[in-house]
């Protein structure tokens, strides 16, 4: 079945401990992003990879960090969450530019208390 | 910067009618495409719609449609015979740039009533 996987789903933490989510696509597909949402916000972008070891900034990465040393995988990196990261956050994955549809994963809660 | 403004944060409709969700949009691009995404209590984003700028044709999937006005800038989302799993919250998306990034609204959520 094709899917984006992410994991942690639910992660309760607290200031300054590290974590990371992790990401994974089954599609073969070249482009993947990071979204966070938030209450009356909508979603938006943290960072985006248009293929492997490409990465770059969206409108929100302070905070956050991304590597995509393989093409399935894109883990988001909080090295240091603080509370204002509490967030629904959302990995999505496409064929790329100007290919349509993004696929996204079923999303992950994150409180950092 | 390209944005997305849903205006109608909150709509209601009653089970077998039609609704009409509204977007706008505001971009420099010519090439672009548009997408309508439906996200229910499970919090799964999942595309309902989506409208290419090149085509002057609106889309249409079952009981949705759009009315994608090009000159206007507007990409409104019409539901016919609204069914009960049609609540949940809707969010218009614009899509182009060399990022590929996906700008969405805000949302409106939708209430079906029976």
């Known amino acids: 079945e094709a899917q984006v996987t992410q994991n942690p789903r639910y992660l309760i933490t607290v200031t300054g401990k590290k974590l990371t989510v992790t990401c994974s696509q089954n599609?073969?597909?070249?482009?993947m992003s990071w979204y966070r949402q938030d209450p009356g916000l909508g979603l938006r972008q943290i960072y985006y990879?248009?293929?492997?070891?490409?990465?770059d900034k969206g409108d929100v990465p302070e905070g956050y960090k991304v590597s995509r040393k393989e093409k399935r995988n894109f883990p988001l990196i909080l090295e240091s969450p603080s509370p204002n990261q509490t967030s629904l956050y959302f990995c999505?994955?496409?064929f790329g530019m100007g290919a349509g549809e993004l696929f996204f994963g079923e999303g992950s809660r994150l409180t950092v208390l | 910067a390209q944005t997305v403004t849903q205006s109608q944060p909150e709509m209601s409709v009653q089970e077998a009618e039609t609704v009409t969700l509204s977007c706008t949009y505001d971009?420099?691009?010519?090439?672009?495409?548009l997408f309508w995404y439906k996200q229910p209590p499970s919090r799964q984003m999942i595309l309902v719609i989506r409208?290419?700028?090149?085509?002057?044709q609106n889309a249409t999937e079952n009981r949705f449609s759009v009315n994608f006005q090009k000159a206007a800038k507007s990409f409104s989302l019409k539901i016919s015979d609204s069914q009960l799993g049609d609540a949940a919250m809707y969010f218009c998306?614009?899509?182009?740039?060399?990022?590929?990034?996906?700008?969405f609204g805000k949302g409106t959520l939708l209430t079906v009533n029976p």
């Open positions: 999505a994955s496409s």
């Open positions: 998306a614009y899509g182009g740039g060399s990022n590929y990034k996906l700008t």
């Open positions: 599609m073969n597909h070249e482009y």
């Open positions: 409208q290419e700028a090149y085509k002057q």
């Open positions: 990879s248009m293929n492997v070891e490409v990465t």
């Open positions: 971009t420099s691009e010519s090439d672009y495409y």
